[in-house]
């Protein structure tokens, strides 16, 4: 997790929010009008300054990043999550999402959750992957909701109609897994 003090490396920032925008105009790419960008150094600054952003890093440089929030009812939630494509495959993402769930544990959380947009009247390729992945890695998909409910700003910059899915996972909590050690 990076301390809220990191929020004052204007560098730090920026390249966050650079990593961030570049993987997701990949992963996003058709659901947004011309010229929209995924986040800005502002809105960086403000979840980095919450202590709601962990970085991995490799060889000391920044290769992804994930949001980590505590929503109420004992549920964690992350998002913005990035890895730079040249290294997909090694496992930055998978440890990234484990930090998270590890994370959301510590807080006292036994949920998990995640939102993917995705269009609703075509299927994007990313959008697939990301489904399957989710989906092998626990993620079950719990309810579709719309992202003009949830952020009627973001909802204008949007080129084609787009949903929210929302994926849970029970996260295995410590006196969960005692319990089914004990009992078989």
């Not at 997790?1 to 790419?29: C, G, H, P, Q």
């Not at 496992?91 to 544990?105: I, K, N, P, S």
Request: aromatic letters at 6%.
């Amino acid at each position: 997790m990076l301390s809220s003090v990191a929020a004052t490396d204007v560098r730090l920032t920026a390249a966050l929010t650079d990593l961030i925008n570049s993987v997701y105009a990949v992963a996003e790419e058709g659901l947004w009008v011309e010229g929209a960008a995924r986040t800005t150094v502002e809105r960086v600054t403000t979840l980095v300054r919450a202590g709601e952003m962990a970085v991995a890093r490799l060889d000391g440089q920044i290769v992804g990043c994930v949001r980590i929030q505590i929503l109420v009812g004992g549920v964690g939630e992350f998002g913005m999550l990035a890895v730079w494509p040249r290294l997909r495959g090694i496992g930055v993402g998978r440890d990234l999402v484990r930090f998270a769930e590890d994370a959301a544990r510590a807080k006292r959380c036994d949920t998990m959750q995640l939102e993917v947009l995705v269009p609703r009247e075509w299927s994007h390729p990313a959008k697939v992957f990301l489904t399957r992945w989710y989906t092998r890695i626990g993620y079950k998909v719990m309810r579709i909701g719309t992202i003009e409910e949830s952020d009627p700003e973001l909802a204008r910059l949007l080129a084609t109609p787009c949903d929210f899915v929302i994926y849970q996972k029970q996260l295995e909590t410590p006196r969960r897994a005692g319990m089914r050690n004990e009992h078989g």
